[in-house]
């Protein structure tokens, strides 16, 4: 029986148990934070920000983070519709409403003209998610975010290895977040990241993930504020210090996947997939092919299609107004068209070329029917 082609699945080598086994035997008492503060420095560093805080995961680092910005009942916070559930969630936990807001039809991300239509005298917050690796219009929202005083909050999730006019992803908003899921390129099993280079904001988000605890307080079992139970553990930390490591190694393979694909695919009419303009380096984190519409192949079939050749291939996100707990947004028409005809292609470290053939030839037969 031919082997199913999974869609994810992490890399980790020896490097990384020989860390995990050493925080599990050793990694007490008063070496229980070692790993996680050296995580926390190797991060931060590779980002490019003064502070970095890791959490258990990036749903909770948005959550401390927008807690720490006072975003709550009355408040605004303007998002892609084309979105993971988690970004939004925060939002409506703090008691602030999410505004959902459409994409662009090249990046796939949040259009900077629809967020800055949505803004209102309510609005605190511009939250921009690199989908899949790709990257938002930085330039566009930042100029928007001085010009209406409203901070850019960068969900990096998903963008780990990508850059923006040398920037790298996370490193240009009032703050962002990164998860380490075992489906991202770099894992430490379950995990985020919180960063930002606002000392205010972050000793404010260190305090909150600290149950309340300021790190200037001396009483014992005292704190100073409600906050959150939001860490990582030491021995995911010393995973995630072995996947630093190696993070070149493992961004570069994404990118090999991404162009893989797109060597295989560049030439079949219909089809785009993640785009690389010059001034942006793809973190390639899930190569994603979109039909165009007029061809008219549509999600049912394209799963079908990939479930009989025995590969496992995700869904594009549906819109967050889609969803059940979310009023509908059909003004945004490029959020909702596009997750009916897109697939986000396996892309695990350890893929062959044969494996990236069979992905190729559903692709190439849905199109040429």
Known sequence: MTETIAYTKPSITELEVSYAEDAARHGWGSKCYDYIIK????????????????????????????AAMDIGHGDEVILADTNWIATAAPIVHLGATPVFVDILADSWCIDPEAAEKAITPRTRAIIATHLYGNLCDMDALLELGDRHGIPIIEDAAEAIGARYRGRAAGSMG???TFSFHGTKTLTTG??????????????KVLTLSNHGRARQ??????????????KMSNVQAALGCGQMERITELTDRKRAILHAYKAELGSLNGVSMNPEPGHVLSGAWMPTVVFDDNLGIRRDQIQAAFKSARIDARVFFYPLSAQPMFEPVRENKTAWSICERAINLPSFHDMTDHDIFRVCRVVEDLVQG
Request: net charge negative; with cysteine; aromatic share 16%.
């Open 174 to 176: 009032l703050f962002s």
């Open 190 to 203: 379950e995990g985020g990241m919180f960063l930002t280079s606002n000392a205010d904001l972050y000793e």
């Open 39 to 66: 995580f926390e420095a190797l991060f931060r560093d590779h980002i490019g920000v003064a502070y970095g805080i890791a959490t258990s995961s990036c749903t909770g680092a948005m959550q401390m983070g927008l």
């Open 217 to 230: 307080q001396d009483k014992q079992f005292w704190a100073d504020v409600v906050g959150y139970k939001f």
